[in-house]
């Protein structure tokens, strides 16, 4: 069965992709949202991603089947607990956070009664915003379910079914293995880039030279990932530290190994990897898991 209302909590670039697309694919589903943010709700308005802005949290639950909460992993906690008083006897409470165990845990900590499914649609871009949401954004991605061991067959169902009516490829996964691949998948680049775009601007500052002037296309494609929400990014590495900080070990290990190979001129090591590395991304082309890029001309918030 599909569901009759959907209340979006935060109004950004996840919450109103979401709303446009549920709007192109399930015109006959009410939307409500809300946003802690009183300029965003009144963007939010203006632009009319849903039927109808709340004001308060409450307000835009009251008569939800379902509750997407669209707000950075950090907040996820304090806008669960504001809903607990307000949602309807049965509502299924979904998310769209990056990182997934640490997120579970705070919403049924602060959601007892409350039936939950935690979600990661795993398709976004460095823009921020009631603006840079699209409709097409989740259209051939991949959303992974985490449900916990316990959760209802049928609502886990339902969940599934709304995601892929947006467009999504949907796969269940336990939160833990979620966090360890999107660790490497996801988080580790955004962190790899904010490091390499520090990197270079404090080489211009030293030197007081213009480097990043000069960039061409694989620092550029570095600067879009490290031009990506702060806040979002901030929550991810303190609520995935584990995972991440795992990753980082063995990356830090292999990336020993190519200085070594770079300082004793060992040629093959690296041709060898480099031989691996492009037949990985051929292969995801190839499976049409190469998605467009990124509208670099979206406006950013
Ligand atoms: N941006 C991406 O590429 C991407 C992709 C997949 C998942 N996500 C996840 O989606 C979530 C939202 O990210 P986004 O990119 O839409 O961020 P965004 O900054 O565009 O939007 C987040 C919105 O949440 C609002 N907000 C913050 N705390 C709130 C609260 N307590 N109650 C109500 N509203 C609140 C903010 O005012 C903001 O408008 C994050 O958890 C992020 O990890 C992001
Ligand atoms: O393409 C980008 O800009 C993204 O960073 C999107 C991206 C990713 O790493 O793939 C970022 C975080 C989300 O949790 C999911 C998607």
């Known amino acids: 069965m599909g569901f009759r209302n959907v209340a979006l909590v935060g ?13 192109e ?9 809300y946003d802690m943010d009183a300029a965003v709700r009144e963007r939010a308005a203006q632009l009319g991603l849903v039927d109808r802005v709340a004001d308060n949290p409450g307000d835009a639950v009251g008569d939800a089947d379902l509750v997407i909460l669209c707000v950075p992993v950090g907040a996820m906690a304090e806008a669960g607990a504001a809903l607990a008083d307000h949602l309807p006897r049965g509502a299924i409470v979904s998310d769209v956070g990056s990182s997934k165990a640490a997120v579970a845990a705070s919403l049924r900590a602060v959601l007892p009664e409350a039936v939950v499914i935690p979600a990661h649609p795993v398709a976004g871009t460095e823009n921020s915003g009631p603006d840079a949401g699209f409709a097409t954004l989740f259209q051939g991605r991949w959303c992974i379910l985490t449900p916990a061991d316990d959760a209802r067959v049928e609502d886990v169902q339902r969940l599934s079914d709304f995601w892929t009516s947006l467009g999504a490829k949907v796969e269940r996964m336990d939160a833990k293995h979620h ?6 998948t996801s988080h580790l680049p955004h962190l790899i880039a904010y490091t390499i775009v520090g990197t270079a601007s404090d ?16 620092f550029r494609d570095f600067t879009r990932i490290a031009a990506s929400n702060p806040t979002m990014w901030r929550d991810i590495f303190l609520t995935n530290k584990e995972a991440v900080l795992d990753m980082l070990q063995r990356f830090t290990e292999d990336l020993s190994f190519l200085q070594r190979a770079i300082r004793l001129d060992d040629g093959d090591t690296l041709f060898d990897l480099f031989t691996r590395t492009r037949a990985i991304r051929r292969g995801i082309v190839a499976q049409g898991q ?4 990124p509208d670099f001309g979206r406006q950013s918030g």
Do not use: F, Q
């Open 11 to 23: 109004l950004g670039l996840i919450g109103s992709s979401i709303a446009r697309a549920v709007r």
């Open 25 to 33: 694919a399930m015109p006959e589903v009410g939307l409500s949202g």
């Open 179 to 184: 966090d360890l691949v999107l660790a490497v």
């Open 203 to 218: 080489l211009e500052r030293v030197t007081e030279s213009e480097v990043i002037k000069y960039s061409a296309g694989g």
């Open 290 to 293: 190469d998605v467009a890029e």
